[in-house]
Every structure is written in C-alpha cells, then in structure tokens.
C-alpha cells in the first residue's frame, strides 16, 4: 500500500465527520503522511473529529514505541530535519497519540484482510449512525443527552452476558421519551429488535397475545409455543427488547423471565413509575431525574415563549411555575403551551 493511499481517505473532511487513519509498514518513511496526521489530530482537538485508527500489517506497539521500520524512518527524519527538531517530536508524539485510541488490527485474532477491512468499515458506519440518531434528536428534548448517556453505560453493550435494564421514574418525566431515544441510537448494534410501548394496557388482552408480539417482530413467527426450533433460533440472535410501561412483576417474568432464550449480549430495558414493582430480576436500576431548575426553566421557555424571551418582569411567574413542576418535563411542556397565547395576567390567575 502506497503512501499516498492515505489521502483518499482522510482528505479534507466537513467539521464532525470521521477519519480513518490507515498505518503501515514503512507509512513513518513519508514526511508528507506524518504531515497529514498532525491535521487529523489538529481537526479532533479543535472540530470534534472522530478518529478510527487502522493498523495494516504493522503492530500498535511498533507504532507505540517506534521500532522496527518506524525506528529506522524516524532516524532518517532526524539526519534530514537537523535544523526542525521541533517538527520530527511533534511527529513522534502524534503516531504514540493515535496508538492510543480504539481501533482495527489486522494481526489480532488471525483477521482476513476482508474481515479486517469490513470490520473497519462497519465500525465507522455504526459510529456515524449513532452519531447521525443523536444529530436528529427532537431540540426540545431538553437535557436528553446526559441521561441518555447514563443509561447506555448501563446496558454495557459490548459485554456478551444477557442484560436487563430497569428505568422507573414519576409519570410524564420522560421515561418512553429515553428510551425511545436510546432503542433508535443503538438498534444497529443488534441482530432483531422490539419496543413494546404500552405492556400496561396490551397485557389486558393476556400476555400470550403480547408474547406472540415480541416473536413476531423478531422471528416474524406468530406462535403461542415456544418450541425447541424458537428456543433454538432465539439462543442465535443477540436481541434488544424495551418493555415500557410494566406494573407487574408477573408480566417480566412472563415474557423475558427465561434469560437462557436470547442469544449472548442480549438486553432487555424495562420502564415502570413503581419502583416497589420490579424488585427483582433487574440487573442495573436507574432512576430517571427530574430536570434541575435551568434545565426546566429552557423547556418552559421553548414551549410558553417559542423563539422570543421573556421580559425580565416574568422571572418571578416563571420561578413560581418552574417550582410548581418540580422537573416533570410533561407538567412544563402543558403549562408552557397552555400559557403560549395568554396575556401575563391571564399567568397571574
């Protein structure tokens, strides 16, 4: 692989897109690629870039410790850039930067260089769609992203063990609203999927009919058995299911009870306003927060006021309502559009 193949690559990318910095074998001997790296670097410090490191027939820890051919070009640069000493360390500290981050190997685990270069590029696509889901969150959704990121740390999804995740919270602060969030930005990342939004109601039909639901959404199979082929299919496949809404025990138990159906790095997130009802068989429980005061104060904004601001003579109204709602984003969204095209003193009343 040449040198300059680099290029074609991470050429001039727009502001918060992805580079894929390929390294190999004598890739240190070119000034012009070292050159084109501490853009890369310069372009994730100051733009966010993302940088997914690709090693190609040479190993991290030579990139690391710069053995090898990247010793011996180093030494060149050394005798040619006598008088820009300066420029070689930058050189240097660049490549131990990258080897840093979280990338492909083509040596690790005996990869094909078809599974190394369809791993590399999988890996990219699945970070832009997950970018891409975050980028196309509703801009009302105030103070989603850090809860959002709360949760997925929770669900570990890289692990292979079976997961269930438990989110309870007061009604209207915004549990569907997450986790709905959260099933769209990490879908990808399983083999089928199924959101079940009201298991309170749709468990008034009887719980075959909502179990009958998940198999069809994911086997595409209507069956109120579940076999040894539906076992067998299922222990394949690594499923996510969201189970929103539950207010009885009896109903997880029913539907994702046996952990030993779903294939390794399965989850399973539940949603339910009493804490007191899922007590057990939830591996990670997270309670959902009320939004703090400025957080709540914003989405009141957004929705009373839309783009214009208020006039300093309703901060008093406004800490009263933002007090009187005491961070439940459904009470703020209400209030907020009930108050949109009333007068002030119409607040008052």
């Given at each position: 692989?040449?040198?300059?193949?680099?290029?074609?690559?991470?050429?001039?990318?727009?502001?918060?897109?992805?580079?894929?910095?390929?390294?190999?074998?004598?890739?240190?001997?070119?000034?012009?690629?070292?050159?084109?790296?501490?853009?890369?670097?310069?372009?994730?410090?100051?733009?966010?870039q993302i940088i997914v490191p690709a090693f190609y027939h040479v190993s991290p820890s030579n990139i690391r410790k710069?053995?090898?051919?990247?010793?011996?070009?180093?030494?060149?640069?050394?005798?040619?850039?006598?008088?820009?000493?300066?420029?070689?360390?930058?050189?240097?500290?660049?490549?131990?930067?990258?080897?840093?981050l979280s990338g492909w190997d083509l040596n690790q685990h005996d990869r094909s260089e078809y599974e190394f270069v369809?791993?590399?590029?999988?890996?990219?696509?699945?970070?832009?769609?997950?970018?891409?889901?975050?980028?196309?969150?509703?801009p009302g959704l105030v103070g989603i992203i850090s809860r959002i990121e709360r949760v997925e740390s929770l669900l570990?999804?890289?692990?292979?063990?079976?997961?269930?995740?438990?989110?309870?919270?007061?009604?209207?602060?915004?549990?569907?609203?997450?986790?709905?969030?959260?099933?769209?930005?990490?879908?990808?990342?399983?083999?089928?999927?199924?959101?079940?939004?009201?298991?309170?109601?749709?468990?008034?039909?009887?719980?075959?009919?909502?179990?009958?639901?998940?198999?069809?959404?994911?086997?595409?199979?209507?069956?109120?058995?579940?076999?040894?082929?539906?076992?067998?299919?299922?222990?394949?496949?690594?499923?996510?299911?969201?189970?929103?809404?539950?207010?009885?025990?009896?109903?997880?138990?029913?539907?994702?009870?046996?952990?030993?159906?779903?294939?390794?790095?399965?989850?399973?997130?539940?949603?339910?306003?009493?804490?007191?009802?899922?007590?057990?068989?939830?591996?990670?429980?997270?309670?959902?927060?009320?939004?703090?005061?400025?957080?709540?104060?914003?989405?009141?904004?957004?929705?009373?006021?839309?783009?214009?601001?208020?006039?300093?003579?309703?901060?008093?109204?406004?800490?009263?309502?933002?007090?009187?709602?005491?961070?439940?984003?459904?009470?703020?969204?209400?209030?907020?559009?009930?108050?949109?095209?009333?007068?002030?003193?119409?607040?008052?009343?």
């Amino acid at each position: 692989m040449a040198a300059s193949s680099s290029s074609l690559i991470y050429g001039s990318n727009p502001p918060d897109q992805y580079d894929v910095f390929i390294s190999f074998g004598d890739y240190a001997s070119s000034s012009w690629c070292l050159n084109e790296l501490l853009e890369i670097l310069g372009c994730n410090e100051t733009r966010g870039q993302i940088i997914v490191p690709a090693f190609y027939h040479v190993s991290p820890s030579n990139i690391r410790k710069q053995t090898g051919t990247y010793k011996k070009a180093f030494a060149e640069h050394e005798k040619r850039f006598k008088k820009m000493k300066d420029k070689v360390q930058k050189w240097r500290a660049a490549l131990a930067q990258v080897d840093n981050l979280s990338g492909w190997d083509l040596n690790q685990h005996d990869r094909s260089e078809y599974e190394f270069v369809d791993g590399t590029v999988k890996d990219v696509l699945d970070r832009l769609n997950q970018k891409s889901s975050s980028d196309h969150l509703d801009p009302g959704l105030v103070g989603i992203i850090s809860r959002i990121e709360r949760v997925e740390s929770l669900l570990c999804i890289g692990m292979t063990n079976i997961r269930i995740i438990g989110i309870w919270g007061m009604s209207g602060i915004g549990k569907t609203t997450i986790t709905r969030a959260i099933f769209n930005r990490v879908a990808n990342k399983f083999d089928d999927v199924c959101f079940l939004a009201n298991v309170r109601d749709d468990a008034k039909n009887g719980l075959n009919q909502l179990q009958e639901k998940i198999l069809f959404e994911i086997l595409d199979k209507r069956s109120l058995n579940i076999n040894d082929f539906t076992r067998s299919r299922l222990r394949r496949m690594k499923i996510l299911i969201v189970l929103n809404d539950v207010n009885d025990s009896e109903h997880l138990k029913f539907l994702v009870g046996d952990r030993s159906l779903f294939g390794l790095g399965s989850r399973i997130t539940v949603t339910y306003k009493d804490r007191q009802v899922l007590n057990n068989g939830i591996d990670e429980l997270y309670e959902l927060e009320r939004l703090n005061f400025y957080e709540a104060l914003q989405l009141f904004r957004a929705n009373a006021f839309k783009q214009n601001h208020p006039s300093k003579d309703y901060e008093e109204l406004l800490r009263k309502i933002i007090n009187y709602a005491q961070g439940n984003s459904l009470t703020l969204k209400v209030l907020g559009c009930f108050l949109l095209v009333r007068s002030k003193q119409e607040w008052k009343r």
